[in-house]
T-cell receptor, first 107, second 114 residues
Framework: DAKTTQPPSMDCAEGRAANLPCNHS???????VYWYRQIHSQGPQYIIH???NNETNEMASLIITEDRKSSTLILPHATLRDTAVYYC????????FGKGTRLSVIA | ETGVTQSPTHLIKTRGQQVTLRCSSQ?????VSWYQQALGQGPQFIFQ???????GRGNFPPRFSGLQFPNYSSELNVNALELDDSALYLC?????????????FGDGTRLSIL
């Protein structure tokens, strides 16, 4: 299973883009990268996943490097409600949660 | 579409007791996974159920057991409760058969052991 590395914390001004990096240099060719977030006192929430190509949905964009050793989750216009712990995970079953990145969106 | 629901939301037990936690999977999902999240830590995988059979287990002792029912709902049972079992217990459901399907979580049951 791939091991992921994320910065422990980040700050972002409200309305600006939040770019959360993740290193997954040991990922194998058929393993997807998944992003979840956990807002205080709630269960983890699925955000997005991808294999090789960049992905976008209503919540975020996922940029995966060509060598697949790292990725970046982008929240294009962060709001206070995006304050949470963000987890980058590969693979999906079972989910292996690290410590994640604590994103604080500041007004 | 109904999401994952867990009951109860909070529970207090004493050491040595037994507890049963319940989970209703999201509609259309046939696989249920259980996780334990201690305070300040990320969730840790306990086990997964598919077609009413255990389909993978994390590093948890046998006193942690589970069931999955024909309607895909699930129970987590913990016997001989210990103080360290105090945690948030999370259930996640997914659709097996397609490897890239994400898991969807409930908001958990917070278990406190006195």
């Amino acid at each position: 299973d791939a091991k992921t590395t994320q910065p422990p914390s980040m700050d972002c001004a409200e309305g600006r883009a939040a770019n959360l990096p993740c290193n997954h240099s040991t990922i194998s060719g058929n393993e997807y990268v998944y992003w979840y977030r956990q807002i205080h006192s709630q269960g983890p929430q699925y955000i997005i996943h991808g294999l090789k190509n960049n992905e976008t949905n209503e919540m975020a964009s996922l940029i995966i490097t060509e060598d697949r050793k790292s990725s970046t989750l982008i929240l294009p216009h962060a709001t206070l409600r995006d304050t949470a712990v963000y987890y980058c995970i590969a693979p999906n079953t079972p989910l292996v949660f690290g410590k994640g990145t604590r994103l604080s969106v500041i007004a | 579409e109904t999401g994952v629901t867990q009951s109860p939301t909070h529970l207090i037990k004493t050491r040595g007791q037994q507890v049963t936690l319940r989970c209703s999977s999201q509609s259309g999902h046939n696989t249920v996974s259980w996780y334990q999240q201690a305070l300040g830590q990320g969730p840790q995988f306990i086990f997964q159920y598919y077609r009413e059979e255990e389909n993978g287990r994390g590093n948890f002792p046998p006193r942690f057991s589970g069931l999955q029912f024909p309607n895909y709902s699930s129970e987590l049972n913990v016997n001989a409760l210990e103080l360290d079992d105090s945690a948030l217990y999370l259930c996640a459901s997914s659709l097996s058969g397609a490897k890239n399907q994400p898991q969807h979580f409930g908001d958990g049951t917070r278990l406190s052991i006195l």
